[in-house]
């Protein structure tokens, strides 16, 4: 008898099969003496679409809303289809006893194997494979430590209902503002409280009016100082009088030292990374998106096996995991880590509870490298980066803290009192890790980072004692203006989507990705704003939808399901009460929707205004009517053909004498050669044929009929 393994991806079951033995190939499987492997492809089996319940549903209509089914039903995904049906296929097969669930270890996961179970009927025993890394030695300690598939019933009920709940929500709000609005919009569960975070910064901004104010600096040997009206002031001159007036009372005299204090500070290392937390990094230091940072990831842990799973809320390790840390440090003690490396192999490591604490592990602990040897020579440029984050966060974890002085000193001028702060380094620790000490790791927020400009710098202040004399050199008065909040880049709304609980470390860099192709936003120089039609989209929903505390409460509810703790009927029939509710509010908004990139050209099919798109093709036109599929690309297409002045890609056109490539800033013209103009569109084609295929049957074949045509014109 044999166990059949049912992997997530080809490429993880192929490295399964190689370290279980399998050896013989097929086209879906791969069986050796005690198992056969195969895979599905991503998800194989999905919810049905609501025409699937009833075929009024193929055409949107508001009146047809809410779409409610009694029973959410399965289905086979078209494109994968045949997979599905050689997975059935290897189920039904006599020899083999009992399943293997080894899709990755995480909520999703469990969905894309229940699934199929579901639909092929599985009723034989069934264990899961849970593991946190791809190396050989953790496939083969896995497999001698299955897991009884059963306990992970409550994790397969909290991914059902979360998918559920997005179909029910989004599906419905979506149909519903479109047919409303006869627009393309877009709403759901976690999107629409996102999207509802970037509009309140957009009005913060707009409120928001600047002001000016002024900063009285004094210059001393060697340092210099600010003025401050008490301990606790930020130093911040509303009047330029006041100002002007305290610099010119110490012009030209002595400054005493009423204080002096000096303390020693430490600042500990940064704790390990959890998924969000290194995309915020990534995003910060390396311009990745979020998107980017999980795809880059999900390579080195899948395809290089040098990174622990990926899609982890934990930033610490467990107890069990302190025996292999050696080995993880010396696979990566190589190349630029070599040296910072062996620095902990000397001795025993320190292992706290910052870094090892089993009540703040879950499913998976933090993303650390695996004991896997790294050849950083296999790495792609964008990999190694991300690597190099990874294991430099890693090393950092056993270092010492930084440690260093800071002197704080208070200059009395008369009634004035000028502040200074001034700092000595003692030890520098971690920071020993990125480039000698002078990366700055504290996280910064924008609304933090607002008056920088306004803020004294770190200075490294000359020997001073308690009551010393000091001349003013000079004095300064500086004109600042206050800032407005920072629009959010992905790093900060990563951070506020994290706090309010929207999402899920494994689902957040999809939902801001969702919104972009939805373009309710767009990215302007590593900066999330909303366009014209996501700062409208906004108003049309209801209140409870773009609050992110109602969202926050089902994904707390969610996490209490996949504990055993929460009741998952109770939480479905909230959904759907929900669903209804909000559809019923869409129709009872007497609200107006005017797309916001409505241009001034016509459809030449019905007339109606086109509406300029971004695509993955660049921009396009599309008609404004649904109804109507008109569209055609609104910037010329590019050749490979180069122009022989600037040898830049030359666009592509289409003359009476046919296709041609223009490069205008030279204004140099060559013809491709293609007389006929290039293919015939469909419009051409149906004109083509009614005027010259008098006597063929329409019922033939397009290329009978074109056939046909073109006789017919030679004729004539």
């Known amino acids: ?37 195969t895979w599905a492809l991503g998800h194989l089996v999905t919810l049905a679409e609501p025409e699937d319940y009833d075929v009024k549903y193929r055409t949107w209509n508001l009146e047809d809303l809410p779409m409610i089914p009694d029973r959410m039903n399965l289905k086979v995904m078209k494109e994968t289809s045949q997979q599905f049906k050689e997975v059935a296929r290897l189920c039904k097969r006599q020899d083999i006893h009992e399943l293997i669930i080894a899709t990755d270890a995480g909520r999703e996961g469990e969905l894309v194997a229940r699934w199929i179970m579901e639909l092929v009927h599985w009723r034989k025993p069934f264990k899961r494979l849970w593991i946190s890394s791809q190396t050989d030695k953790a496939i083969k300690d896995g497999f001698e430590s ?49 999207l509802a975070m970037l509009m309140d910064r957009e009005r ?45 009372r ?3 005299k002595a400054a005493t030292v009423s204080r002096l204090k000096t303390v020693e500070k430490s600042e500990p290392h940064p704790q390990a990374y959890d998924l969000t937390e290194l995309q915020r990094d990534a995003n910060k230091r390396l311009g990745f998106s979020a998107k980017q940072t999980s795809n880059v990831l999900q390579k080195l842990y899948e395809q290089h096996k040098l990174v622990t799973y990926p899609r982890t809320d934990s930033r610490y390790l467990s107890t069990d995991m302190v025996s292999t840390l050696k080995g993880r440090i010396e696979s990566v003690a190589v190349g630029p880590y070599a040296a910072l490396a062996r620095k902990l192999l000397r001795g025993p490591l320190p292992v706290t509870k910052r870094v090892v604490d089993d009540s703040k592990v879950s499913d998976h602990h933090a993303i650390i490298p695996t004991e896997q040897y790294v050849n950083l020579s296999a790495l792609s440029h964008d990999e190694r980066r991300l690597y190099d984050l990874i294991v430099r966060r890693f090393l950092a974890l056993f270092y010492s803290a930084y440690l260093y002085e800071e002197t704080s000193v208070v200059l009395s001028i008369g009634v004035d009192s000028f502040y200074t702060k001034g700092r000595v380094q003692k030890e520098l620790g971690w920071r020993e890790l990125y480039s000698g000490g002078t990366a700055a790791l504290e996280d910064s927020d924008e609304e933090s980072d607002r008056d920088a400009e306004g803020r004294q710098p770190e200075q490294l202040l000359p020997p001073l004692t308690q009551g010393q004399s000091i001349p003013v050199l000079q004095s300064r008065v500086k004109e600042l203006r206050t800032q407005p909040p920072g629009r959010h880049t992905e790093a900060s709304l990563l951070t506020r989507m994290e706090k309010h609980s929207l999402g899920t470390p494994a689902t957040r860099a999809d939902i801001i990705e969702k919104l972009l192709h939805s373009q309710t ?101 599309v ?94």
């Open 521 to 621: 936003i767009e990215r302007a120089q590593n900066r999330l704003i909303p366009t014209g039609k996501g700062k409208q989209l906004i108003e049309l929903v209801g209140k409870e939808l773009r609050s992110p505390e109602l969202t926050a409460e089902w994904e707390q509810e969610l996490e209490r399901i996949a504990k055993g703790k929460g009741d998952a009927a109770k939480f479905m029939a909230g959904i759907r009460e929900q669903a209804s509710r909000w559809v019923s509010e869409v129709r009872m908004v007497t609200k107006e929707y005017k797309p916001h990139n409505v241009t001034s050209s016509r459809c030449p099919e019905c007339s109606k205004p086109l509406l300029e798109v971004n695509g993955k093709r660049g921009k396009s036109y």
């Open 250 to 252: 110490i012009r030209g």
């Open 146 to 194: 299955l897991r009884p598939g059963k306990e992970y019933d409550n994790l397969y009920a909290s991914a059902v209902c979360r998918a559920e709940a997005d179909w029910l929500i989004g599906l419905n709000m979506t149909r519903a503002l479109t047919c409303k609005y006869n627009a393309q919009l877009a709403a759901g569960r976690v999107q629409t409280p996102t």
């Open 623 to 716: 008609c404004s009517d649904r109804e109507c599929s008109y569209r055609r690309s609104a910037e010329p297409q590019l050749s490979n053909k180069r122009c022989q002045v600037c040898r830049k890609k030359m666009e592509i056109h289409t003359g009476k004498a046919g296709k041609y490539a223009q490069c205008r800033p030279c204004n140099v013209i060559e013809m491709l050669g293609d007389k006929a103009g290039g293919r015939v569109n469909k419009r051409e084609q149906k004109q083509l044929i009614e005027k010259f295929s008098e006597g063929v049957s329409l019922s033939s074949s397009l290329g009978d009929a074109l056939k046909a045509a073109m006789q017919r014109q030679d004729k004539e």
């Open 1 to 37: 008898m044999k166990s059949l393994v049912l992997a997530e991806k080809p490429s993880v079951a192929r490295e399964i099969a190689r370290v279980l033995g399998c050896s013989q190939k097929h086209k879906s499987y791969i069986e050796g003496p005690s198992y056969v492997v």
């Open 204 to 248: 913060e901004i707009a409120a928001f009016e600047s002001a000016p104010y002024w900063t009285v600096t004094a210059e001393f040997s060697g340092f210099s100082a600010r003025w401050r009206e008490g301990e606790g002031h930020d130093g911040r001159l509303w009047e330029h009088d006041k100002a002007q007036s305290a610099a010119q």
